[in-house]
């Protein structure tokens, strides 16, 4: 898939899922807007080590929680260019624990980033699309979302949200050719898992048909599928990545 001449949005896109986005777009010859809220280390050391695609590349620091900040990214992104073709809303965090003793700080934050996160940015995002009559935005949520994981309430709550948020907004989006699409990993090696026990990694496994956890370029290329001109008649849907879980 070619995106020559399209300018693409990925938050959290510089760690982990978003980082194999980001430059999956990158090589299909996108312009792209990483984004991510705490880390200028890494924030930098990705940057440099994509030093070849020179100013296809721009990172942007800002947290995707706070209304006030994402209303100024996108006024500064807008002046600097024309058309925003694709938003792809892969901030994300976890703060695992058992519901009985959740804290409310736990609750929060998971369910700031994750859910109220997507909507300010795809508020943003829609705002200006409707005018170009033209978008694509694709939220990465989870399988955690329809199956529950235990320990997990606040995150799966989040990612649950996420695909009933995209349900309401692609109805109210589409006859301006913005369609609003997710794609719900299972288990993905990256990061975000890496503070799994070793017992519950061996067990989660066995409860995949494949065997194995996926890999972030079987992510990105279900992104890319989603983002391009040839799902132009799918929106509101979910596509699942998860080796059959």
């Known amino acids: 898939m070619d995106f020559?001449?399209?300018?693409?949005?990925?938050?959290?896109?510089?760690?982990?899922?978003?980082?194999?986005?980001?430059?999956?777009?990158?090589?299909?010859?996108?312009?792209?807007?990483?984004?991510?809220?705490?880390?200028?280390?890494?924030?930098?050391?990705?940057?440099?080590?994509?030093?070849?695609?020179?100013?296809?590349?721009?990172?942007?620091?800002?947290?995707?929680?706070?209304r006030e900040q994402c209303e100024v990214f996108f006024n500064e992104i807008t002046l600097q260019f024309e058309q925003i073709h694709v938003l792809v809303n892969n901030s994300g965090i976890r703060k695992d624990n058992l519901g009985a003793v959740m804290t409310e700080q736990e609750w929060d934050s998971v369910i700031d980033v994750n859910l109220k996160g997507t909507f300010n940015m795809s508020q943003q995002a829609i705002l200006h699309m409707m005018k170009t009559r033209y978008g694509r935005i694709i939220n990465m949520s989870s399988v955690g979302g329809s199956i529950g994981i235990a320990g997990q309430a606040n995150y799966a709550a989040s990612k649950a949200g996420q695909i009933a948020l995209s349900k309401s907004l692609?109805?109210?989006?589409?006859?301006?050719?913005?369609?609003?699409?997710?794609?719900?990993?299972?288990?993905?090696?990256?990061?975000?898992?890496?503070?799994?026990?070793?017992?519950?990694?061996k067990e989660y496994k066995s409860q995949i048909p494949m065997k194995r956890f996926g890999k972030i370029d079987e992510v990105a290329h279900a992104v890319l599928f989603l983002a391009s001109s040839q799902a132009s008649y799918i929106t509101g849907a979910s596509l699942e990545v998860t080796g059959g879980l």
């Open 4 to 66: 020559s001449n399209q300018v693409v949005i990925v938050t959290g896109g510089t760690r982990g899922i978003g980082s194999g986005i980001t430059q999956a777009f990158l090589k299909a010859n996108a312009t792209v807007i990483a984004t991510y809220a705490h880390n200028d280390e890494k924030a930098s050391l990705f940057k440099t080590g994509l030093s070849e695609f020179k100013d296809k590349l721009i990172i942007k620091k800002f947290d995707v929680s706070l």
């Open 170 to 201: 692609s109805k109210e989006v589409a006859k301006r050719k913005i369609t609003i699409n997710n794609v719900c990993p299972g288990f993905i090696e990256t990061e975000l898992i890496d503070d799994l026990d070793k017992t519950l990694v």
